[in-house]
């Protein structure tokens, strides 16, 4: 899978911050610097999707969508980080 398009990156970027607005967070960037971390954070995800598929165990590997997987890896990630 490529990286989100310009579109997509855009509605993440403005939904964080609304987000992050509506919770009453102080957030040390400014706009363009965090759009910067949107990007990146895509493009790392990116170049990582192979190593995180191969660090999978079979049959999950083989027999999960990638959907499936990346469901899976959100839900992890909100977990450790108590992220709601």
Request: hydrophobic share 45%.
């Amino acid at each position: 899978m490529a990286v989100l398009i310009n579109a997509d990156r855009k509605a993440i970027w403005k939904k964080w911050m609304e987000e992050s607005s509506s919770r009453q967070e102080t957030v040390a960037l400014n706009k363009n610097e965090l759009r910067s971390v949107v990007d990146a954070i895509d493009v790392w995800i990116n170049a990582n999707q192979a190593s995180f598929n191969i660090a999978i165990p079979e049959p999950g590997r083989t027999t999960l969508t990638a959907k499936q997987k990346a469901s899976l890896l959100m839900l992890i990630v909100n977990k450790r980080w108590e992220v709601t």
